[in-house]
């Protein structure tokens, strides 16, 4: 009986930070700065071989970038939203 090939999993496709930056049109420094900030949870960057040049998960960056867009609230003032406090003269 024929040995049964062991199943790769399909490579998933990945970009250094340049290219990410590039894809979301923003700078390099921005996405660097987040992929270093451990608050942001970024998985760890793999690396191809020869290569020192980190690479990201390109539809884990993706989701990621879409949650945080999500997230900002740019443009609106929020020291000017009503605050219910208690009245001070009751």
């Keep these: ?7 790769q999993e399909p490579e998933r496709e990945t970009m250094t930070i340049p290219k990410l930056a590039e894809r979301v049109g923003k700078s390099r420094t921005l996405i660097h ?11 760890a960057p793999v690396f ?11 539809a884990w960056f993706d ?3 879409a949650q945080r867009q ?16 208690p009245d001070a003269h009751d």
């Excluded at 700065?33 to 998985?43: D, K, Q, V």
């Design 63 to 65: 989701e990621y970038w």
């Design 33 to 43: 700065r987040l992929a270093t900030n451990p608050a942001e949870g970024w998985p």
């Design 70 to 85: 999500a997230g900002i609230r740019q443009g609106r003032r929020t020291d000017l939203e009503s605050k219910e406090e």
């Design 1 to 7: 009986m024929p040995d049964v090939p062991e199943r």
């Design 48 to 58: 191809k071989p020869g290569s020192s040049r980190p690479e990201y998960d390109v």
